[in-house]
């Protein structure tokens, strides 16, 4: 069976409620997944949008969340998590608001594409301190065993 992320609160290519983002609660949404390899031993989540701050000339990939060393045995993330009710082990990393947790989409122009990453990797990592993107994946080198993609839509109301 292959890796694969869905989630309830929005189809694959498909628009992404309001109340995910910066223009409602800026809540996370529930993500489920299916297809670990038997062999892994912790998951990494990152949301990330290529498209910052134009889709029309992006000039950076913006990290909204980043989340490691989910158990393996985890199959979803409940929606609004909060910290208190991330699964025990799990670490988090810094999103480009310089804080970490969930930040929604809140594109200041154009419809962005947000992609939510799920990696199956062979090992525990190291407490990496609050780690960026690039050092997460720096870490996770050699180490994934399987990766499944979600892409959720956005555009705020009255972006041209």
Same mark, same amino acid.
């Given at each position: 069976?292959?890796?694969?992320?869905?989630? #309830?609160?929005?189809?694959?290519? +498909?628009?992404?409620?309001?109340?995910? &983002?910066?223009? @409602?609660?800026?809540?996370? %949404?529930?993500?489920?997944?299916?297809?670990?390899?038997?062999?892994?031993?912790?998951?990494?989540?990152?949301?990330?949008?290529?498209?910052?701050?134009?889709?029309?000339?992006?000039?950076?990939?913006?990290?909204?969340?980043?989340?490691?060393?989910?158990?393996?045995?985890?199959?979803?993330?409940?929606?609004?998590?909060?910290?208190?009710?991330? #699964?025990?082990?799990?670490?988090? +990393?810094?999103?480009?608001?310089?804080? &970490?947790?969930? @930040?929604?989409?809140?594109? %200041?122009?154009?419809?962005?594409?947000?992609?939510?990453?799920?990696?199956?990797?062979?090992?525990?990592?190291?407490?990496?301190?609050?780690?960026?993107?690039?050092?997460?994946?720096?870490?996770?080198?050699?180490?994934?065993?399987?990766?499944?993609?979600?892409?959720?839509?956005?555009?705020?109301?009255?972006?041209?």
């Amino acid at each position: 069976m292959t890796l694969s992320l869905t989630s #309830p609160s929005f189809s694959h290519q +498909g628009l992404i409620p309001v109340r995910h &983002t910066c223009d @409602g609660k800026d809540s996370s %949404p529930e993500l489920i997944w299916a297809g670990v390899p038997e062999n892994a031993k912790t998951l990494v989540l990152i949301v990330d949008d290529p498209d910052a701050p134009d889709p029309q000339a992006p000039k950076m990939t913006w990290v909204h969340w980043i989340l490691y060393n989910i158990p393996s045995a985890i199959r979803k993330l409940p929606e609004q998590v909060t910290v208190a009710e991330l #699964p025990t082990g799990t670490l988090e +990393g810094i999103n480009n608001w310089e804080r &970490t947790g969930y @930040g929604g989409p809140c594109p %200041p122009i154009g419809i962005h594409r947000y992609f939510h990453k799920l990696y199956a990797l062979d090992i525990v990592l190291p407490d990496l301190n609050r780690p960026t993107k690039a050092i997460l994946e720096k870490a996770m080198q050699g180490h994934i065993l399987a990766q499944a993609e979600l892409i959720g839509l956005y555009r705020r109301t009255g972006n041209t």
